[in-house]
Protein backbone atom coordinates (compact mmCIF):
# COMPACT_ATOMS: atom_id res chain seq x y z
CA UNK A 1 0.00 0.00 0.00
CA UNK A 2 1.39 3.34 -1.56
CA UNK A 3 1.58 5.89 1.05
CA UNK A 4 -0.32 8.38 -1.34
CA UNK A 5 -3.03 5.06 -1.20
CA UNK A 6 -2.94 5.68 2.84
CA UNK A 7 -3.60 9.29 2.47
CA UNK A 8 -6.83 8.82 -0.06
CA UNK A 9 -8.28 6.40 2.26
CA UNK A 10 -7.79 8.69 5.38
CA UNK A 11 -9.23 11.16 3.43
CA UNK A 12 -12.36 9.21 1.31
CA UNK A 13 -12.10 7.32 -1.45
CA UNK A 14 -14.51 4.82 -3.16
CA UNK A 15 -13.36 1.70 -0.44
CA UNK A 16 -13.10 4.24 2.22
CA UNK A 17 -15.80 2.51 3.89
CA UNK A 18 -14.93 -0.69 3.32
CA UNK A 19 -14.14 -2.81 6.10
CA UNK A 20 -11.29 -4.99 7.10
CA UNK A 21 -12.11 -8.43 8.70
CA UNK A 22 -11.82 -6.58 12.68
CA UNK A 23 -14.57 -4.25 11.29
CA UNK A 24 -12.29 -0.85 11.09
CA UNK A 25 -10.82 0.39 7.83
CA UNK A 26 -7.67 -0.31 7.02
CA UNK A 27 -6.63 4.05 7.72
CA UNK A 28 -7.89 3.15 11.22
CA UNK A 29 -5.82 -0.87 11.70
CA UNK A 30 -2.86 1.44 10.21
CA UNK A 31 -3.30 3.56 12.67
CA UNK A 32 -3.30 1.44 15.45
CA UNK A 33 -0.35 -0.25 14.35
CA UNK A 34 1.50 3.47 14.36
CA UNK A 35 0.41 3.87 17.62
CA UNK A 36 1.76 0.21 18.90
CA UNK A 37 5.13 1.22 17.14
CA UNK A 38 5.10 4.81 18.61
CA UNK A 39 4.08 4.01 22.30
CA UNK A 40 7.08 1.40 22.38
CA UNK A 41 9.43 3.43 20.94
CA UNK A 42 8.25 6.39 24.02
CA UNK A 43 8.15 3.42 26.27
CA UNK A 44 12.27 3.07 25.21
CA UNK A 45 13.09 6.50 25.59
CA UNK A 46 11.58 7.02 28.71
CA UNK A 47 12.60 4.08 30.39
CA UNK A 48 9.43 2.93 31.21
CA UNK A 49 9.13 -1.39 31.91
CA UNK A 50 6.85 -3.45 32.12
CA UNK A 51 6.42 -6.52 34.06
CA UNK A 52 4.75 -9.92 33.12
CA UNK A 53 1.83 -9.39 35.43
CA UNK A 54 0.93 -6.15 33.94
CA UNK A 55 0.99 -7.96 30.77
CA UNK A 56 -0.84 -10.46 32.16
CA UNK A 57 -3.79 -8.00 33.51
CA UNK A 58 -3.67 -6.64 29.87
CA UNK A 59 -4.38 -9.90 28.40
CA UNK A 60 -7.15 -11.23 31.16
CA UNK A 61 -8.64 -7.72 30.54
CA UNK A 62 -8.95 -8.54 26.68
CA UNK A 63 -9.91 -11.98 26.82
CA UNK A 64 -12.53 -11.09 29.57
CA UNK A 65 -13.81 -8.07 27.10
CA UNK A 66 -13.97 -10.21 24.30
CA UNK A 67 -15.87 -13.91 25.88
CA UNK A 68 -11.86 -15.87 25.01
CA UNK A 69 -11.89 -16.55 28.94
CA UNK A 70 -12.17 -19.98 28.92
CA UNK A 71 -8.67 -21.83 26.99
CA UNK A 72 -10.90 -23.63 24.68
CA UNK A 73 -12.76 -20.08 23.60
CA UNK A 74 -9.52 -18.90 23.00
CA UNK A 75 -7.68 -21.37 21.25
CA UNK A 76 -10.56 -21.52 19.18
CA UNK A 77 -10.02 -18.28 18.59
CA UNK A 78 -6.69 -18.10 18.08
CA UNK A 79 -6.27 -20.80 15.03
CA UNK A 80 -9.56 -19.33 13.19
CA UNK A 81 -7.85 -16.17 12.95
CA UNK A 82 -4.19 -17.99 12.52
CA UNK A 83 -2.79 -15.69 15.24
CA UNK A 84 0.33 -17.18 16.90
CA UNK A 85 0.21 -17.43 20.84
CA UNK A 86 3.38 -15.28 19.95
CA UNK A 87 1.87 -12.83 17.95
CA UNK A 88 -0.76 -12.19 20.79
CA UNK A 89 1.22 -12.02 23.56
CA UNK A 90 3.33 -8.95 21.47
CA UNK A 91 0.25 -7.43 21.26
CA UNK A 92 -0.59 -7.62 24.63
CA UNK A 93 2.67 -6.46 25.32
CA UNK A 94 1.83 -3.66 23.06
CA UNK A 95 -1.39 -3.14 24.69
CA UNK A 96 0.13 -2.72 28.06
CA UNK A 97 2.59 -0.29 27.00
CA UNK A 98 -0.18 1.98 25.64
CA UNK A 99 -2.41 1.85 28.44
CA UNK A 100 0.19 3.29 30.76
CA UNK A 101 1.83 5.66 28.47
CA UNK A 102 -2.09 6.86 28.05
CA UNK A 103 -2.30 7.03 32.08
CA UNK A 104 0.70 9.06 31.94
CA UNK A 105 0.15 11.41 29.34
CA UNK A 106 -3.80 11.59 30.78
CA UNK A 107 -3.62 15.39 31.16
CA UNK A 108 -2.54 16.51 27.83
CA UNK A 109 -5.15 13.60 26.35
CA UNK A 110 -7.63 15.16 27.84
CA UNK A 111 -6.82 18.67 26.39
CA UNK A 112 -6.50 17.62 23.05
CA UNK A 113 -9.90 15.13 22.53
CA UNK A 114 -12.63 18.27 22.62
CA UNK A 115 -10.74 19.61 19.57
CA UNK A 116 -9.95 16.09 18.37
CA UNK A 117 -13.65 15.47 18.18
CA UNK A 118 -14.33 18.31 16.47
CA UNK A 119 -11.87 17.78 13.96
CA UNK A 120 -13.15 14.02 13.21
CA UNK A 121 -16.87 15.61 12.61
CA UNK A 122 -15.33 16.82 9.30
CA UNK A 123 -16.42 13.33 8.17
CA UNK A 124 -19.52 13.21 8.97
CA UNK A 125 -20.13 15.32 6.36
CA UNK A 126 -22.58 14.42 3.47
CA UNK A 127 -22.24 14.89 -0.21
CA UNK A 128 -18.26 15.81 0.31
Partial sequence: MSVERTID???KTNDAAELTACGETMAVV???CL????ACQDADRANISITGSDIQATSDWFRRGFGLLAEE???HWIES???TKAAFASAMHDF???RLLEQAY????DELVPN????STARLRSGT
Fill in 9 to 11: GWI
Fill in 30 to 32: RKK
Fill in 35 to 38: LRIL
Fill in 73 to 75: DFS
Fill in 81 to 83: QKL
Fill in 96 to 98: TIV
Fill in 106 to 109: AEEI
Fill in 116 to 119: QIAI
